[in-house]
């Protein structure tokens, strides 16, 4: 078991063990410059490091705008510190920086570091300070008297409610360290907490200020420190988070199986329960697809020639459900339509916000944008993505579909020749160059161009709105029937007492409002008492042209990731980046 040294215990024992500490200078943190000087990124490779990895987590952790966190490094070479600020800057050593990284492995420092910052961030988002206002050199010699004189009246706070925020600010700090793509799995790795505690500190593992503040608040307040929570508590409670985290994921990857097959409804629930534990980037930009998809929808009802008039881009590819709507009226469903797509742009915001070159977000927004008729705020969304991603086919889509809002037939003609020239697999194209060549008198070309998009995309409410308009029959999809490749434990739709008696030795978790059955090779949902999807892994896998023989081509075709996805009438098949099948998904 790998060994933590003594110097790393007591950094992160010091940071997070002991209740943060905010102080507030009389003229701001740079008294600084004066005594020990701060470290440029020009001087210190690890400095340039550590000021990266700080502006990733302080967009994850969602900073108000009235506060403007800053990081200082401070030229100290003799004990680590992990302060904040009252100003809302955070304070680091060098010798804390230098012990982050002392393991050797920069993707495991960048964890550590990027835990330790989240965590003082946290404190500060909170406003949870601990003001020190007279505090004002670590080493001055008048220390005990000024803290004295500081803390008079502050620390009458309840320990336990002390200890709630300690925890909590442990709990965020993990949180954005997540969100920001840092792996947080090296914090648990090898007993890592565990380790801490092993290596028992002497007394000199404290520093003077907090042997001071530990005498001073027993003296003054009764205050013990020991109500606190201990380091190795800590971890357990942090290692309980990172599982109450893992142990909910089924909630956003079938929430999104089910976004992908158009089962909005259940998926929007499934990933608003998700985004109560996790609320990152992937989940902000989901639900805001989602809520776009539902206005899609909605406008569908009232308006379905503008709702279905182009394919929008989007990053993950879903068909539109437009059924099961109460009756209202044309003004109320407008109104429904105009919420939902606020909806949409705030979770989309959000998603742009924690991470700004994340470009699913900004594509999806500008598909938002364009639907709500937006095409100035969709022309910035996409140079922004432009700026990330060059030549990136959604994105040059998107633009192709404004300029012909905004210039005509013309301007937007070539671009969409060009694109379909440069990616003649994407469906999306043919269906919206067809639309252009409708709308202008050109039947023949569109034709052409939307019989091309029915052999790439056959299933789907854009798919019958060109069998519609071309009067071709129906899409006959394939169906699983008894014989299927792979039968089911339990059939789609049987109620939730069925599945209990199908499954017995299956892991069963409840959730907000279904269950959770799980092996190692099928997952099946259970959704208010009724089964709702099953994916079932294949130990033999098969060979996607065999399957072709048998099932025919699929009516839509998901590609996400090194895989892809293609959906049936009442399954769908994952394949392999060589061609296999490697999964079933029953719905």
């Not at 000087?37 to 990895?53: F, Y």
């Amino acid at each position: 078991m790998k060994i933590i040294s003594k110097k790393i215990w007591m950094l992160l024992f010091l940071s997070f063990c002991l209740p943060s500490i905010v102080f507030a200078w009389p003229t701001g943190h740079k008294q600084w410059w004066k005594k020990y000087g701060i470290l440029k990124a020009n001087e210190n490779p690890q400095v340039k490091r550590a000021n990266n990895i700080f502006e990733k987590i302080l967009i994850t952790a969602g900073i108000p705008d009235n506060i403007s966190p800053e990081l200082v490094i401070i030229n100290r070479n003799n004990k680590p510190w992990a302060l904040a600020l009252e100003d809302g800057t955070i304070v680091l050593s060098k010798k804390a920086l230098d012990i982050c990284f002392m393991e050797g492995e920069q993707s495991s420092g960048d964890a550590r570091l990027a835990f330790v910052l989240g965590h003082e961030l946290a404190h500060i988002k909170n406003k949870d300070f601990w003001h020190l206002a007279a505090f004002k050199t670590i080493e001055d010699s008048d220390l005990e008297k000024d803290i004295q004189q500081a803390l008079s009246d502050v620390f009458k706070e309840n320990p336990s409610e002390r200890r709630k925020k300690e925890i909590q600010a442990d709990s965020d700090g993990l949180l954005y360290a997540a969100m920001a793509g840092f792996h947080i799995n090296f914090l648990f790795e090898h007993n890592f907490f565990e380790d801490w505690i092993d290596q028992s500190p002497d007394s000199n593992a404290y520093s003077q200020p907090v042997h001071i503040l530990m005498k001073f608040l027993n003296a003054s307040f009764g205050f013990n420190h020991h109500k606190y929570p201990t380091a190795k508590e800590r971890a357990g409670f942090l290692a309980e988070y990172a599982k109450s985290i893992e142990e909910n994921l089924f909630q956003f990857h079938f929430g999104v199986r089910l976004y992908q097959l158009g089962k909005y409804s259940d998926a929007l629930d499934l990933l608003e329960q998700f985004q109560q534990v996790y609320y990152g980037r992937e989940i902000q930009n989901n639900l805001g697809l989602l809520y776009y998809w539902e206005g899609l929808s909605t406008m569908a009802t009232y308006h379905p020639q503008k709702a279905y008039r182009f394919k929008l881009a989007n990053i993950i590819d879903t068909k539109t459900m437009a059924d099961n709507l109460r009756s209202r009226n044309a003004q109320q469903l407008d109104h429904e339509f105009k919420q939902q797509m606020k909806k949409a742009k705030r979770k989309l915001s959000i998603a742009h916000k924690k991470a700004p070159e994340y470009l699913p977000a900004l594509i999806n927004y500008s598909t938002v944008l364009i639907l709500d008729g937006d095409y100035t705020g969709a022309v910035s969304k996409l140079a922004e993505a432009e700026m990330i991603q060059q030549n990136n086919p959604h994105v040059l889509m998107n633009q192709a579909i404004v300029k012909y809002e905004q210039e005509g037939f013309d301007a937007a003609k070539t671009l969409f020749e060009n694109l379909i020239k440069n990616y003649p697999d994407y469906p999306d194209l043919f269906y919206n160059y067809g639309r252009l060549l409708f709308e202008n008198g050109l039947i023949k070309e569109t034709r052409a161009n939307w019989e091309i998009y029915l052999n790439l995309e056959g299933a789907g409410v854009y798919s019958d709105i060109v069998r519609d308009a071309l009067s071709l029959s129906a899409w006959q999809p394939k169906s699983y029937t008894e014989g299927f490749i792979a039968e089911p434990p339990v059939k789609i739709g049987s109620s939730g007492r069925k599945a209990k008696q199908k499954l017995p030795k299956y892991h069963c978790q409840p959730f907000q409002n279904g269950l959770y059955y799980f092996n190692d090779k099928t997952h099946v949902l259970v959704i208010e008492n009724e089964v709702n999807i099953i994916i079932q892994f294949l130990h033999n896998q098969v060979n996607l042209l065999d399957f072709f023989s048998t099932y025919g081509k699929a009516g839509q075709t998901i590609t996400h990731h090194h895989q892809k996805t293609l959906v049936y009438q009442n399954f769908a098949v994952d394949v392999s980046s060589n061609d296999k099948v490697v999964a079933i998904i029953y719905f």
